[in-house]
């Protein structure tokens, strides 16, 4: 495989249950800090733990954009508010102009919340939704993106991806291959999925929600904990000063089953082989891997059976026990998450783990610790068979 050519990463940003901004999470990364909680969402009262995000329904929309007013796109423009995002955003449309910035987001479930409230003020005599209530700019699924695009004034090509958990980890590599093509010359990429009644009792319907906190590679895990998150990264095709570098994105659909991954992971390693590969690395380059690492007892072997093949004894954990299952945003988030991890110079430990479970042979970290990494793999896998890994590189 061709090595791509690698993108610099000149901003990125992040907003879950563990705060808002990248400073609030390498402050939580090192104290090993949970942002999970037992509590109810909305009028959920399922004996779980959930990942809400801190001040989203304080969140004002922009003027004119009251349409488009709805959890998912308040959570969104919390996240472009931090670091000082939206504003690097508005320096590359200046220097690229508007039609030369893309925007491309993964979500699952976007602001179906929206929706789920909207039918409970239905016409008791036809059942009509109320007239207040805006499909196209709040659930429909390319919302968040029309939101974003038309908040930040961008002008270029913009689409969701939607391929569950993998959403927000496969659209760093639709940017870079537009980048390549000259299609574009930046891009924001990212992902936002907000709480919801749809997937609380979804999941729960399966039985992988877990009524304690998730305790990811545990012998006693039991499911996931679903948390809510927005996270962005701004991609340029040159940069004098870039965060961190977008070496490799791989990708795979293994189709195996609707709901559980291939019992030996086979899509999984084959998305993680193409990453280094086209990274221009070899497996004992990555210096850690951020594994998807759900919490559920089919995904975490599955993963632990690809991981080991892969890399072999790299050191890996998963961040989800810190800020749950953001579904759709996790692919951003834990690629955000990475690239703190090496601006930080900090391994993230897996939290909640009581005992590891003997069957799994990956050597995970349960605690964190000071590690020089240069090159991290952050693994994003979703229902289907939809597998994606991305090959970051710190700035030095």
Same mark, same amino acid.
């Given at each position: 495989?061709?090595?791509?050519?690698?993108?610099?990463?000149?901003?990125?940003?992040?907003?879950?249950?563990?705060?808002?901004?990248?400073?609030?999470?390498?402050?939580?990364?090192?104290?090993?800090?949970?942002?999970?909680?037992?509590?109810?969402?909305?009028?959920?009262?399922?004996?779980?733990?959930?990942?809400?995000?801190?001040?989203?329904?304080?969140?004002?929309?922009?003027?004119?954009?009251?349409?488009?007013?709805?959890?998912?796109?308040?959570?969104?423009?919390?996240?472009?508010?931090?670091?000082?995002?939206?504003?690097?955003?508005?320096?590359?449309?200046?220097?690229?102009?508007?039609?030369?910035?893309?925007?491309?987001?993964?979500?699952?479930?976007?602001?179906?919340?929206?929706?789920? +409230?909207?039918?409970?003020?239905?016409?008791?005599?036809?059942?009509?939704?109320?007239?207040?209530?805006?499909?196209?700019?709040?659930?429909?699924?390319?919302?968040?993106?029309?939101?974003?695009?038309?908040?930040?004034?961008?002008?270029?090509?913009?689409?969701?991806?939607?391929?569950?958990?993998?959403?927000?980890?496969?659209?760093?590599?639709?940017?870079?291959?537009?980048?390549?093509?000259?299609?574009?010359?930046?891009?924001?990429?990212?992902?936002?999925?907000? +709480?919801?009644?749809?997937?609380?009792?979804?999941?729960?319907?399966?039985?992988?929600?877990?009524?304690?906190?998730?305790?990811?590679?545990?012998?006693?895990?039991?499911?996931?904990?679903?948390?809510?998150?927005?996270?962005?990264?701004?991609?340029?095709?040159?940069?004098?000063?870039?965060?961190?570098?977008?070496?490799?994105?791989?990708?795979?659909?293994?189709?195996?089953?609707?709901?559980?991954?291939?019992?030996?992971?086979?899509?999984?390693?084959?998305?993680?082989?193409?990453?280094?590969?086209?990274?221009?690395?070899?497996?004992?380059?990555?210096?850690?891997?951020?594994?998807?690492?759900?919490?559920?007892?089919?995904?975490?072997?599955?993963?632990?059976?690809?991981?080991?093949?892969?890399?072999?004894?790299?050191?890996?954990?998963?961040?989800?026990?810190?800020?749950?299952?953001?579904?759709?945003?996790?692919?951003?988030?834990?690629?955000?998450?990475?690239?703190?991890?090496?601006?930080?110079?900090?391994?993230?430990?897996?939290?909640?783990?009581?005992?590891?479970?003997?069957?799994?042979?990956?050597?995970?970290?349960?605690?964190?610790?000071?590690?020089?990494?240069?090159?991290?793999?952050?693994?994003?896998?979703?229902?289907?068979?939809?597998?994606?890994?991305?090959?970051?590189?710190?700035?030095?």
């Amino acid at each position: 495989m061709t090595p791509m050519q690698p993108v610099p990463i000149t901003a990125y940003t992040l907003a879950t249950a563990l705060g808002v901004g990248r400073g609030m999470h390498a402050q939580a990364l090192r104290e090993g800090r949970s942002g999970l909680a037992a509590k109810p969402f909305e009028t959920v009262t399922l004996p779980t733990w959930i990942g809400e995000v801190p001040g989203v329904d304080a969140q004002a929309m922009p003027a004119g954009m009251d349409d488009f007013d709805c959890r998912n796109n308040r959570l969104a423009l919390l996240a472009l508010q931090a670091d000082g995002f939206e504003q690097q955003v508005l320096a590359a449309r200046e220097r690229w102009g508007a039609q030369r910035v893309g925007v491309f987001l993964g979500t699952s479930t976007s602001g179906i919340l929206q929706t789920e +409230l909207a039918y409970r003020r239905r016409d008791d005599a036809n059942g009509a939704l109320p007239a207040d209530f805006h499909y196209a700019q709040t659930h429909n699924t390319y919302s968040v993106a029309a939101f974003v695009r038309q908040h930040l004034g961008l002008q270029g090509p913009a689409f969701v991806v939607s391929t569950a958990c993998s959403s927000s980890a496969k659209v760093f590599g639709n940017a870079a291959r537009m980048i390549a093509l000259g299609l574009i010359d930046a891009a924001v990429v990212g992902g936002v999925d907000s +709480l919801c009644l749809t997937t609380l009792y979804g999941f729960h319907s399966l039985e992988l929600l877990s009524p304690d906190i998730c305790r990811p590679w545990d012998a006693e895990r039991h499911g996931l904990s679903l948390g809510e998150a927005g996270a962005y990264a701004l991609l340029e095709r040159d940069s004098a000063s870039p965060q961190a570098w977008l070496l490799g994105c791989g990708e795979s659909s293994d189709g195996h089953h609707m709901s559980s991954p291939h019992p030996e992971g086979l899509g999984a390693a084959q998305a993680m082989q193409d990453a280094v590969a086209q990274a221009g690395l070899t497996a004992q380059d990555i210096d850690y891997v951020n594994l998807h690492g759900t919490a559920t007892p089919n995904n975490d072997q599955a993963e632990d059976m690809a991981v080991s093949r892969v890399f072999g004894a790299v050191p890996c954990s998963s961040t989800k026990g810190a800020t749950g299952h953001t579904l759709g945003a996790a692919g951003a988030v834990e690629a955000a998450l990475s690239m703190l991890s090496m601006a930080q110079q900090w391994l993230p430990g897996g939290l909640n783990v009581r005992t590891i479970d003997p069957a799994l042979q990956a050597n995970y970290q349960c605690e964190g610790r000071a590690a020089a990494l240069r090159h991290v793999a952050s693994n994003s896998f979703g229902f289907g068979g939809s597998n994606a890994c991305l090959v970051l590189r710190g700035a030095v």
